[in-house]
């Protein structure tokens, strides 16, 4: 898993095994302890893959199959 930084500082997205890009719900910082960032960004991935998989089983239903897969994140 690879992580998107910019300037050095803001953590704005991570990448999958196959290279598709996931963007967090809100910019993380890598500042301070290197375990306290790091526990951020595993909560932040938790929470941001929580959110697409809630909104992604939400349009299941509403919306055409080839469509979803399309939308929604692998």
Not at 3 to 15: G, S, T
Not at 38 to 46: E, H, K, P, T, V
Not at 50 to 73: A, E
Request: proline share 3%; no cysteine.
């Amino acid at each position: 898993m690879k992580l998107e930084i910019l300037q050095d500082v803001d953590i704005v997205a991570m990448f999958s095994g196959e290279g598709e890009r996931v963007p967090f719900s809100k910019p993380q910082k890598a500042r301070g302890n290197v375990e306290a960032w790091l526990d951020s960004i595993q909560n932040a991935m938790r929470e941001t893959l929580f959110k697409l998989m809630k909104s992604g089983l939400n349009d299941y239903t509403n919306t055409d199959r080839k469509q979803w897969v399309l939308t929604h994140f692998g």
